[in-house]
């Protein structure tokens, strides 16, 4: 759990810094986000809108461009995804349904590894990972443009 918080409060720290000024917001673990197509609310780890229509609602958000989920091992089997996208978990299934979402990321508790879902001009979801060679030292969230370091991102959770 410890890992879990930090790496979360991390991730949100440098997102807090990138992001002022942009018009962009970035939210921690206490903002849900709405899936009005199933009328389903989610508590995400760490999520990005930039639509200004979120600001019309204080207690959820409808319009994320990006989602972060730090797997636990309590969280795991439902956030992280299978071997196919048609598998890819009951979250990530639910999350496609956002129009908005252009970035869906899984972050280990366990090891430095950082998993990005994205979606492409022709709608289907593409995944790229970080951390899973020796050399990977930075991760990228294309929707917002931000490159982190690896190290900062699990600074105090992993050695």
């Known amino acids: 759990m410890d890992e879990h918080i930090t790496i979360a409060g991390n991730l949100f720290a440098e997102l807090r810094q990138f992001l002022r000024g942009s018009g962009c917001r970035v939210y921690i673990s206490d903002m849900k986000v709405r899936v009005e197509s199933i009328n389903r609310f989610f508590y995400p780890d760490v999520m990005v809108t930039c639509d200004p229509q979120d600001q019309e609602t204080a207690a959820y958000k409808r319009f994320p461009k990006l989602i972060v989920e730090v797997l636990s091992e309590s969280t795991e089997a439902y956030d992280s995804p299978a071997e196919t996208l048609y598998e890819r978990g009951d979250k990530f299934a639910d999350y496609r349904q956002l129009e908005s979402l252009q970035e869906y990321v899984l972050v280990s508790a366990k090891r430095k590894r950082v998993e990005c879902f994205r ?41």
């Open 119 to 159: 979606r492409g001009e022709n709608g289907l979801w593409v995944l790229q990972g970080y951390g899973e060679v020796a050399s990977d030292r930075t991760f990228t969230l294309e929707s917002i443009g931000f490159t982190g370091e690896l190290a900062t991102l699990y600074e105090d959770a992993i050695a």
